[in-house]
């Protein structure tokens, strides 16, 4: 594109491509209808898509018949991709000319007559409101009339990015950003350079879902409005109530209310209520634990760590970390002022008891996750707390 | 940061679900500061009773579980690269202060900020997000969607850290 016109903007060059055009093309697009092989899956195709850049003949065009002419070259099997390339190149001259066939690349061809016919009953830039996709190309026309200083700032910055075929929006940007998608790509680009390296989710346009591309194509849907604005907002709102589904599935109760306002407002009750059991939680660890004594934390903080990471030798640090807890109860449970013996003996064994069943549930909350040797371990603390309670049982007669 | 290729919901899924190992490794960075705590003393008080320990002891576990599952995420997430942050400010370790990260993020904020005015929210959304806002860490700044995401991923460490904090204290009953 580059070669021809270097100094008219888009909409310019665009407008005096269609003039001429318009008067030259009737036998053409018949002659394209002709070819209709281009539809078709098979070798049509290629001769399709050369009629179709013969068709547009014009001197500006010249570039754009050797650009075909390399494509043709290319690899009937990649004629999707071949034809994406230059389809965009292609959006210029035709405005919708491109898009059409891009779509119609899996329609069958009657579609294309009457946006043919419709092109070429109107004189004026109407004529890009083809009656079959209406919506797509009035937001073309719409991104079109707002892009003449945007796209020239872009032609510039994207001369230099012309032929790499890699990136096919900036091939097509660099043809004047009569791609909707581009033109809001770009504005996305300069407004928020996150948004840009969006996959194509939103994109339904056909050709541009093989394409590589760092822009948002988005499509107006029938009976929206096509400004460039609201689109964003509309991809914007997708994209958050995207994210809100996500929240509802997580927060429990969620499913009830419905609307944005709603959800927030119970997502908001979610997160002050997991804070709140938070604080209760250290609450009681903090009056639990002053009553542990040290040398079971320097134990715990030495040996639990190679066996959580590894989750096998749990049995040996177990007992360890048990008798020696018992053993530290035990004197603490002295000093408490209890006068029966046998319930000297008994509490210790109970909280050892408790201890072990303490340590069971951090341990099963751990080794859930090393599963090969999580029943084993398991089975093993099982039969250790099981040696406990004998003991203890021995202990209390 | 995302791949194009990986289709939309396991891409979601997995950025924003914690794995279990993190639930291993808050547990552990939480377990040794738990240790640290209880071997700590209060500083000397006039009243000195038992509950205002408690209550300085528990707030010292609420922070730390805070920072240890902080900690354990890493700087994936802008809630816990914040809640980092924090800590180290407030450890007072130089070396963290003049992190070239905090100047890109403030650059970032500055973005962010500008952006969400000039976009149009619905009112009824705004002061749910204003709320939720303040309830993250990092949150002030960031534009509704990222917000919703860090969001869930938050949530879903709070959980976790309630579920390792319950099991640990249920077993510790006196």
């Keep these: ?397 | 940061m995302r791949q194009k290729q990986i289709p939309n919901k396991a891409r979601d899924t997995a950025m924003k679900n914690p794995t279990n190992s993190l639930k291993r490794r808050f547990s552990l960075k939480f377990l040794k500061t738990l240790m640290r705590i209880r071997k700590s003393r209060p500083p000397p008080s006039p009243s000195a009773s038992s509950s205002w320990e408690i209550r300085w002891r528990a707030q010292k576990i609420k922070l730390a579980a805070y920072f240890s599952m902080a900690l354990s995420v890493g700087s994936k997430r802008t809630w816990s690269r914040a809640l980092t942050m924090k800590l180290r400010a407030t450890m007072g370790n130089r070396r963290w202060s003049s992190w070239k990260g905090s100047k890109k993020m403030t650059k970032r904020r500055i973005v962010a900020k500008k952006n969400m005015e000039k976009r149009h929210l619905e009112k009824d959304m705004n002061s749910g997000l204003q709320q939720l806002r303040q309830l993250v860490p990092g949150g002030e700044s960031m534009d509704p969607r990222s917000l919703l995401e860090e969001t869930a991923h938050f949530v879903r460490c709070l959980e976790t850290q309630v579920r390792v904090m319950r099991s640990i204290a249920e077993g510790f009953p006196c």
Aim: hydrophobic share 30%; glycine share 8%; proline share 4%.
């Design chain 1, 1 to 397: 594109m580059n070669m021809g016109l270097p100094e008219m903007t888009a909409l310019e060059r665009q407008r005096a491509k269609l003039l001429e055009w318009q008067e030259e093309k009737v036998a053409a697009l018949f002659q394209l209808q002709v070819h209709g092989g281009f539809y078709n899956e098979g070798g049509g195709e290629d001769n399709g898509v050369s009629t179709l850049y013969f068709c547009h003949g014009d001197d500006g065009f010249m570039g754009l018949r050797e650009v075909s002419n390399q494509c043709n070259t290319i690899d009937p099997n990649a004629r999707i991709e071949g034809w994406g390339q230059f389809g965009n190149i292609e959006v210029p001259c035709l405005g919708f000319g491109g898009e059409s066939i891009s779509r119609t690349a899996s329609c069958p061809p009657a579609a294309v007559e009457p946006v043919s016919c419709g092109m070429l009953t109107e004189p004026s830039e109407k004529i890009l409101q083809a009656p079959v996709r209406k919506d797509g190309f009035r937001k073309r026309k719409a991104e079109r009339m707002k892009s003449t200083k945007d796209c020239k700032e872009e032609e510039r910055e994207k001369n230099i990015k012309m032929y790499s075929n890699e990136n096919d929006s900036k091939l097509s940007e660099q043809s004047n950003c009569n791609n909707g998608g581009d033109k809001k790509g770009s504005k996305n680009r300069n407004s928020t350079p996150k948004k840009t390296s969006e996959s194509n989710s939103k994109d339904k346009s056909i050709v541009s879902d093989v394409q590589k591309t760092d822009y948002i194509h988005v499509r107006a849907r029938r009976g929206q409005a096509t400004d460039s604005h609201s689109l964003a907002e509309r991809v914007r709102r997708e994209k958050i109530s995207e994210r809100m589904k996500f929240l509802q599935d997580l927060v429990p109760g969620c499913n009830k209310v419905t609307g944005k306002a709603g959800m927030l407002d119970e997502i908001i009750n979610y997160v002050r209520s997991l804070q709140r059991q938070v604080e209760f939680l250290s609450m009681k660890l903090a009056t639990v634990s002053p009553r542990l004594d040290l040398n079971i934390d320097d134990l715990f903080s030495k040996e639990m760590i190679p066996a959580w990471s590894g989750g096998f030798p749990v049995m040996d640090m177990s007992a360890e970390l048990t008798s020696t807890a018992y053993f530290q109860l035990h004197p603490m449970h002295q000093a408490a002022p209890s006068s029966d013996l046998e319930m000297d003996i008994v509490n210790p064994n109970t909280s050892m008891e408790r201890w072990s069943s303490g340590f069971q549930s951090i341990y099963s909350l751990e080794l859930e996750q090393c599963n090969p040797t999580a029943s084993a371990a398991n089975q093993s603390l099982q039969q250790y707390t099981g040696l406990t309670e004998l003991t203890s049982m021995k202990m209390e007669i």
